[in-house]
């Protein structure tokens, strides 16, 4: 098991450009997350699913869009950078028998945007 | 909405020696988790430890052990016979379980970095 992986590990965005941070867990866990850490601070939520076609928005959604259409994958997309968006993104995964209470996350993905 | 607060920035410790990180959160939830985080410098985060608020026993995992005063609404973390590889952000957070269970998020405090020193 790769456990949740995420790519690129490191990007830098131009303000107004876009991308699309992937998140890819093989474990077979109904709910996906995506958070935010800045820096010197914990993280926040973005967004989260619980299933296949089914997301829905965290704590800090605004500027940020998720699709889910399979089990395993969830990626994150950025459709107009700005630099309040420098951040360090996790995503985590949680098998749906624990209800969230066990969250596997990923490496990481550094972002800046200048 | 809940709120987690971590009121010590950075702490240091000695090899093998005890340190206490302090955690203090806010709710009107009876029914709730705490958990701790560990975040070391490769930043995965890393589950440490985990209450159940219904739950009086602290929870204990090795030498990891916490406090938990739900009167008082605090949960403070216990490492003991530190180790130079506890050297790590530490975040404590709060999780009010939704009736159907879809989803349940986690709110986390600002982090303390804690530097076990030789």
């Known amino acids: 098991n790769a456990g949740v992986t995420q790519t690129p590990k490191f990007r830098i965005l131009k303000i107004g450009q876009s991308m699309t941070l992937q998140c890819t867990q093989d474990m077979n866990h109904n709910y996906m997350y995506w958070y935010r850490q800045d820096p010197g601070m914990g993280l926040k939520l973005i967004y989260y699913?619980?299933?296949?076609?089914?997301?829905d928005k965290g704590e800090v959604p605004n500027g940020y869009n998720v699709s889910r259409s399979t089990t395993e994958d969830f990626p994150l997309r950025l459709e107009l950078a700005a630099p309040s968006q420098t951040s360090v993104y996790f995503c985590a995964s949680s098998p749906r028998r624990t209800g969230g209470l066990e969250q596997y996350f990923g490496p990481g993905t550094r972002l800046t945007v200048t | 909405a809940q709120t987690v607060t971590q009121s010590q920035p950075e702490m240091s410790v000695q090899e093998a020696e005890t340190v206490t990180l302090s955690c203090t959160y806010d709710t009107s939830e009876n029914n709730y988790y705490l958990f701790w985080y560990k975040q070391p410098p490769s930043r995965q985060m890393i589950l440490v430890i985990r209450q159940e608020a219904y739950k009086q026993q602290n929870a204990t995992e090795n030498r990891f052990s916490v406090n938990f005063q739900k009167a008082a609404k605090s949960f403070s973390l216990k490492i003991s016979d530190s180790q130079l590889g506890d050297t790590a952000m530490y975040f404590c957070?709060?999780?009010?379980?939704?009736?159907?269970?879809?989803?349940?998020?986690?709110?986390f405090g600002g982090g303390t970095r804690l530097m076990v020193k030789p």
């Open positions: 957070a709060f999780m009010k379980p939704r009736r159907d269970n879809a989803g349940n998020m986690l709110t």
């Open positions: 699913s619980v299933g296949a076609g089914i997301t």
